[in-house]
Structures are given as structure tokens and as C-alpha cells.
Nanobody, 121 residues
Framework: VQLQASGGGLVQAGESLRLSCAAS????????IAWFRQAPGKSREWVAT???????YYSDSVKGRFTISRDNAKNTVYLQMNKMNSEDAAVYFC????????????????WGEGTLVTVSS
């Protein structure tokens, strides 16, 4: 399984940005796709997860502002980020869990390259 994250960039506080995670390869083995982020000097933290069945989960820090969704025809998962603030600035990674609805770094079996999100105030 290969994952390709894209869509990062520079936004101002309060603005929106949408990230994409395109999956390829043996995607039938994937049970869920999750987004994580890692700010400088901090550990990688979970942001949101979407299962094959479409069930979604969010961390408390993004609930109500971020939306994870999927386009099965394009094998792509999106992360719509609204009302962004400085704490959202990080490198964002997508990961794939082949067992369940993973929300932990150590549950991911596959990772994509990160995409940088910068938020200016």
C-alpha cells in the first residue's frame, strides 16, 4: 500500500485548507485511514480517522472544525480543515490501518510522506 498526502500550504488564522491522501496498491487490506500531525519538537498526534464503512472519529482538538471524508472512486481520503489556528501548524501525515479503526501511531501499517501546513496569525 502506498499513500500520498498533498494539499499543505500557508493559510492565515481563521481560514480553511483541504488535505488529500491518495491510496494505491493493495488497498483492499486497509480497514481505516487516519490523519496525524507533528509540530516541531512534538510527538506525532492523531487527528482523525475514517473507516471503510464511513465511520469517523476526531480528536478533541479538531472536533467541530475538521472533517474527514473519502471518495472511494478515487481511493482518496480528505481532511477539510476550517477555522484554523496556530496550533494546527504541523506536518500532516496520513496512515493506513489494516486491522481496525486506528487512532494511534503504532497501529498504522503504512504511512505517506508528510505535507506541511503553516498558519500565520
Amino acid at each position: 500500500v502506498q499513500l500520498q498526502a498533498s494539499g499543505g500550504g500557508l493559510v492565515q488564522a481563521g481560514e480553511s485548507l483541504r488535505l488529500s491522501c491518495a491510496a494505491s496498491g493493495s488497498i483492499r487490506s486497509i480497514k481505516a485511514i487516519a490523519w496525524f500531525r507533528q509540530a516541531p519538537g512534538k510527538s506525532r498526534e492523531w487527528v482523525a480517522t475514517i473507516t471503510n464503512g464511513g465511520t469517523t472519529y476526531y480528536s478533541d482538538s479538531v472536533k467541530g472544525r475538521f472533517t474527514i471524508s473519502r471518495d472511494n472512486a478515487k481511493n482518496t481520503v480528505y481532511l477539510q480543515m476550517n477555522k484554523m489556528n496556530s496550533e494546527d501548524a504541523a506536518v500532516y501525515f496520513c496512515g493506513a490501518d489494516s486491522v481496525g479503526a486506528g487512532t494511534r501511531v503504532d497501529r498504522m501499517d503504512y504511512w505517506g510522506e508528510g505535507t506541511l501546513v503553516t498558519v500565520s496569525s
